[in-house]
């Protein structure tokens, strides 16, 4: 069975595309990764950072 999904906007707002030039799937991967370090707000996580993670499963798998 297909799941419905039902977009709603307000009649001021322009309605803006699922898809398009800046969609990620017109980037490469270091293209994306590029813009993600220019953007002082959205900075990709450290090796160290993401080592400090933990699992929010404990009985999934590694």
């Not at 999904?5 to 270091?30: C, L, Q, W």
């Not at 993600?36 to 707000?41: E, Q, S, Y």
């Amino acid at each position: 069975m297909a799941k419905i999904i039902t977009r709603y906007h307000h009649k001021d707002m322009p309605i803006m595309p699922v898809e398009g030039e800046f969609s990620a799937k017109n980037f490469s991967d270091a293209e994306i990764h590029k813009r993600a370090k220019a953007d002082p707000d959205a900075q990709p996580l450290t090796d160290e950072e993401l080592a400090k993670f933990r699992r929010v499963n404990p009985f999934a798998k590694k």
